[in-house]
């Protein structure tokens, strides 16, 4: 079993910075990949930013260039640092985790981005 809590999500200003964080726990081992997803109002979830074990990370197109992910194996805990907030990014936000036989979620953190 793996738990995930995420944490870091608010309000912001358009064009500004948060960070919201994953903390993991259990079978932290059998984890492979782990990512951040998202979903809006009346929207289906979508793919946000993912890294695999390696270190190699991917992003949806929409958050190119903003948006960084990585992780602190020492801490257990998954980062996502999201810069050039816009309104569209509004959503809450999924902690991921994959693993061989199962995948696992977080209960999700709130991000509101106010112009």
């Known amino acids: 079993q793996v738990h995930l809590v995420e944490s870091g999500g608010g309000l912001v200003q358009t064009g500004g910075s948060l960070r919201v964080s994953c903390a993991a726990s259990?079978?932290?081992?059998?984890?492979?990949?782990m990512g951040w997803y998202r979903q809006a109002p009346g929207k289906q979830r979508e793919l946000v930013a993912g890294?695999?074990?390696?270190?190699?990370?991917n992003f949806a197109d929409s958050v190119k260039g903003r948006f960084t992910i990585s992780r602190d194996n020492a801490k257990n805990t998954l980062y996502l640092r999201m810069n050039s907030l816009k309104a569209e990014d509004t959503a809450i936000y999924y902690c991921?985790?994959?693993?061989?036989?199962?995948?696992?979620w977080g209960q999700g953190t709130q991000v509101t981005v106010s112009s």
């Open positions: 991921h985790a994959h693993t061989l036989y199962r995948d696992y």
């Open positions: 890294i695999t074990s390696g270190g190699r990370t």
């Open positions: 259990g079978s932290i081992g059998s984890i492979n990949v």
